[in-house]
């Protein structure tokens, strides 16, 4: 009964959206032991239902348009997708450039160059909590509004 009621329980989860195994190991662990969870989670893995080469692609196409690589790998890391998964992700996922998708994410947000320092300083901060990285930041407030069209 225990078996049958963590089995559902996993695929409910997994009905839901993609989930890492680490990630679906916590949600499981208050209705089952480990041995159990570790059972479930293997079934589940051989036939196909958990992956997480399968999950890190799906979340980095999800939030790529909206987060720069940083914020991507932290999240990830988060849910504990391992390091090669990762960057296997964004290696297949992020088809254009760092910059573009901080020069998308800043047009959406601002629309135009800074004017003040004041307001570099404001658009920087709000670029890196997105997880772009500084260099990023840096060569995109300082370009002209001329040069990103």
Not at 20 to 28: D, G
């Amino acid at each position: 009964m225990a078996d049958t009621s963590l089995r559902e329980r996993a695929l409910r989860h997994l009905a839901r959206r993609d989930h890492s195994r680490v990630e679906l190991t916590r949600k499981l662990a208050p209705h089952g032991t480990a041995e159990e969870i570790e059972e479930i989670l293997d079934r589940m893995t051989e036939l196909g239902l958990l992956s997480d080469n399968r999950f890190a692609e799906a979340w980095v196409r999800g939030k790529a348009g909206r987060f720069g690589s940083a914020r991507l790998r932290h999240d990830l890391a988060q849910r504990g997708v391992p390091r090669d998964t990762i960057d296997a992700a964004l290696d297949a996922e992020c088809t254009e450039g760092e910059i573009e998708r901080a020069r998308a994410v800043w047009n959406s947000k601002f629309g135009g160059a800074p004017a003040d320092a004041r307001e570099w300083a404001r658009q920087a901060r709000f670029l890196q909590s997105r997880g772009f990285a500084g260099d990023v930041i840096r060569k995109l407030l300082k370009e002209s509004p001329d040069e990103s069209a």
